[in-house]
Nanobody, 126 residues
Framework: QVQLVESGGQLLQAGGSLRLSCEAS????????VAWFRQAPGTEREFVAA????????AYVDSVKGRFTLSRDNAKNTVYLQMNSLKPEDTAVYHC???????????????????WGQGTQVTVSS
């Protein structure tokens, strides 16, 4: 089973940039659809972005389009989330998740992902 570890979260000011990393072990991320979710206090886990396993195509929630970008380094077995023009409403714990099989309609559904990292805190001050 794949193991996921996120890193890169920190406290920063609005307008800043940050790159989160999701490093995998025990299996290759190339065999998984990989997504980022975030969860702010008192809210449900929200889909942010994802790489489709077979096509490598990406999907983003509307609120981060044009600001966040996914990338991957297969040699390092790592997926990155580059976050630019950060806003206070981006403050959350960011989780990496992976699924071997996923139907298209479930891409943005947290329960569809079997593997999760522990999360990394991103705090954006105004």
């Amino acid at each position: 089973q794949v193991q996921l570890v996120e890193s890169g979260g920190q406290l920063l000011q609005a307008g800043g940039s940050l790159r989160l990393s999701c490093e995998a072990s025990e299996d290759s991320l190339m065999y998984y659809t990989v997504a980022w979710f975030r969860q702010a206090p008192g809210t449900e886990r929200e889909f942010v972005a994802a790489f489709w396993r077979n096509t490598g195509r990406t999907a983003y929630v509307d609120s981060v389009k044009g600001r966040f970008t996914l990338s991957r380094d297969n040699a390092k077995n790592t997926v990155y989330l580059q976050m630019n023009s950060l806003k206070p409403e981006d403050t959350a714990v960011y989780h990496c998740a992976a699924a071997r099989t996923l139907i298209p309609s479930a891409l943005k559904t947290a329960d569809a992902y079997a593997y999760w990292g522990q999360g990394t805190q991103v705090t954006v001050s105004s």
